[in-house]
């Protein structure tokens, strides 16, 4: 599978402008017309972007994280959801490298082998940072009234979150 | 939703900081103001009047340590710089002063004995230390964010580029065709033989084989394609909903490059489980934008949108 992986970028970079020149399109001129587009883009991303990420970052260093480990601890307990993937759980949907901070933590505390870890693992394998995703795909296009995406892909995440405790715990509990 | 989650994020944030910048005006766990006394271990025939590199032992702790002594009229003052066989206080008032170095301490010398060298220091005084770290975070996260969108100009035009040529030369066409059957479920709303279906498809099977680099530019592709269809300009429509939401939960065939540099050999192990996971949470995003769908109505015109929001970009 990830042989087919490394095979697949480069043949559809090549694929694409050879099609092209087989259907005697001006391939380079299309190309550069095409590409120009992706400063604006970029550049249009950029107060979406940082309208997020600002908040996530505040939200990360106020320690209000540790405050809903504790809180959310007994209820959790309660219903069969490990704590220790609380903050995971909670940083996945807002922070790519946050998630990944998690994971690492995660990984030097209880070690690779560990349940929890491996449920945190799928959870970050299986799941994107919703909000990023949100900043990035509507402010190309300045969308900012979203709609019930940002619903939808916490709803989308919360089964992740759920199912990579349950399937984990059959696979390997 | 999102406005609220995003005030929230602010708000949650401000309240904790304050109360936990409080409790420590309460607590004072920097021991704010304290002298601490330490024993100057000058050089041979150091003169305690001049500048110069001294060693110094703290009271009751193990070891000596480095510092600069610096002589001023008033009062002496050491730069000491930070090792972290020092007492636990010191690292934490080192890591948490306002100083863009966590590598030195900046004490003023308040008392000197200069027959037994015995002093009396008193190190940086360490207020509201979370306030000022989320501000810190705040105007970090906004530098990060600019260098992460422009980080894309590269990849996009790249993209932006190759997409161009499969549209002229008919081959977006082709790969349309293909995926038109499960499209025409996903975004009914998509005509038939729309671009928009061919570069949600590749935008799908680039996130299926765990490729981020090529994803993100055709997602944003995808969604340019559907903003050509969408009635209104800043309001989202359904099927661009859809597509988010099936971004959000992306299928994966393979792990995230990036997890797999975390737990190297040991993803093969979890590849099941993953794959079982974002399938689910691909059919439960979908089954619920589906359902959102049915109370949301496309826009048919500008004119839904309130007056104030209709300010175009």
């Known amino acids: 599978m990830r042989t087919i992986a490394s095979f697949i970028l480069p043949l559809i970079i090549v694929l694409i402008p050879l099609y092209g020149l087989i259907k005697k399109v001006h391939v380079y001129e299309v190309f550069v017309d095409g590409a120009k587009e992706g400063f604006h883009i970029a550049v249009r991303i950029i107060p979406y972007l940082v309208a997020i990420l600002f908040a996530i970052g505040m939200f990360r260093e106020s320690g209000a994280m540790e405050f809903f480990m504790m809180a959310l601890a007994p209820v959790l307990g309660f219903l069969g959801f490990p704590v220790e993937l609380v903050p995971m759980a909670i940083f996945r949907p807002l922070t790519g490298s946050g998630s990944v901070g998690v994971l690492a933590e995660m990984i030097a505390t209880y070690g690779e082998d560990a349940l929890v870890v491996k449920m945190a693992a799928t959870m970050f394998g299986s799941t994107e940072t919703t909000f990023y995703v949100i900043a990035v795909y509507f402010g190309a296009i300045s969308i900012r009234q979203v709609k019930y995406s940002v619903q939808t892909g916490l709803i989308a995440d919360l089964a992740g979150i759920i199912t990579s405790v349950i399937v984990v715990r059959i696979l390997f509990g | 939703m999102l406005n609220y989650i995003w005030a929230g994020l602010i708000i949650i944030s401000l309240i904790f900081a304050v109360t936990q910048d409080i409790t420590d005006l309460v607590q004072d766990p920097y021991q704010n103001g304290k002298e601490h006394s330490i024993e100057v271990i000058f050089p041979e025939n150091g003169d305690p009047d001049k500048r110069q590199n001294v060693r110094f032992r703290i009271k009751g702790h193990e070891g000596t340590f480095e510092a600069a002594w610096r002589p001023y009229e008033d009062n002496p003052e050491m730069i000491i710089s930070v090792d972290e066989d020092m007492p636990e206080l010191w690292l934490d008032i080192a890591r948490d002063q306002d100083s863009p170095t966590e590598e030195e301490l900046l004490a003023e010398v308040v008392a000197f004995d200069r027959a037994t060298r015995q002093a009396e220091i008193v190190l940086p005084e360490v207020y509201y230390v979370k306030l000022n770290a989320i501000a810190t975070a705040a105007f970090n996260m906004a530098e990060f964010a600019v260098t992460l969108a422009i980080g894309l100009v590269g990849i996009m035009a790249l993209w932006l580029g190759l997409m161009k040529i499969a549209e002229k030369s008919g081959l977006m066409y082709l790969l349309v065709k293909a995926v038109q059957p499960f499209m025409r479920f996903l975004f009914p709303n998509v005509p038939r033989g729309h671009a928009a279906h061919g570069v949600i498809s590749l935008n799908m099977a680039a996130n299926m084989l765990g490729l981020g680099?090529?994803?993100?530019?055709?997602?944003?592709?995808?969604?340019?394609?559907?903003?050509?269809?969408?009635?209104?300009?800043?309001?989202?429509?359904?099927?661009?909903?859809?597509?988010?939401?099936?971004?959000?939960?992306?299928?994966?065939?393979?792990?995230?490059?990036?997890?797999?540099?975390?737990?190297?050999?040991?993803?093969?192990?979890?590849?099941?489980?993953?794959?079982?996971?974002t399938f689910i949470s691909l059919l439960v995003g979908i089954t619920a934008a589906k359902i959102y769908e049915r109370f949301h109505p496309e826009d048919e015109h500008d004119e839904n949108i309130p007056e104030d929001q209709k300010r175009e970009d």
């Open chain 2, 213 to 277: 680099n090529a994803a993100t530019p055709l997602g944003i592709k995808a969604m340019e394609e559907l903003q050509k269809l969408n009635p209104s300009k800043n309001r989202a429509s359904n099927a661009q909903c859809m597509l988010l939401t099936v971004n959000t939960a992306s299928i994966q065939l393979l792990p995230p490059a990036t997890l797999v540099a975390l737990i190297g050999t040991g993803v093969n192990e979890l590849m099941i489980s993953i794959l079982i996971v």
